[in-house]
């Protein structure tokens, strides 16, 4: 069973939104996690963007979206989101969320995707006139 479950992507225009899911497929999946939000364009490295301890509020958006961006959760729904506003074309590729324990959203600086250990399979965002 895939633990998490990524959906919300599409194609938008550039001043555009939408709004990303992740939804855990257990409580384990979800309870007490750090999740995260990275992306992929074509040829680049994946990158992190923002990151929730379900715990708690704490969270943490990247530079590079900040002002754009932001992470919420439903502990209800065991689903985090990713509102993304005012998209630019470089926000243009492969969304994954991805878990690990608390620790993992104490990591100073980058959200760095080798800390995750489960992963979903990804939706895809893009962001084009």
């Known amino acids: 069973q895939v633990p998490l479950v990524e959906s919300g992507g599409g194609s938008v225009q550039p001043g555009g939104s939408l709004r990303l899911s992740c939804t855990a497929s257990?409580?384990?999946?979800?309870?007490?996690?750090?999740i995260a939000w990275f992306r992929q364009a074509p040829g680049k490295a994946r990158e992190g963007v923002a990151r929730?301890?379900?715990?708690?509020?704490?969270?943490l958006i990247a530079a590079a979206v900040k002002g754009r961006f932001t992470v919420s959760q439903d502990p209800a729904a065991k689903t985090v989101y990713l509102q993304m506003n005012n998209l630019k074309r470089e926000d243009t590729g492969m969304y994954y969320c991805?878990?690990?324990?608390?620790?993992?959203?104490?990591?100073?600086?980058?959200?760095?995707?080798?800390?995750?250990?489960?992963w979903g399979q990804g939706t895809q965002v893009t962001v084009s006139s």
């Open positions: 257990s409580e384990s999946a979800y309870s007490g996690k750090c």
């Open positions: 929730i301890y379900t715990g708690s509020t704490e969270s």
């Open positions: 991805a878990a690990d324990g608390r620790a993992a959203c104490w990591v100073p600086g980058n959200i760095i995707p080798s800390v995750f250990t489960d």
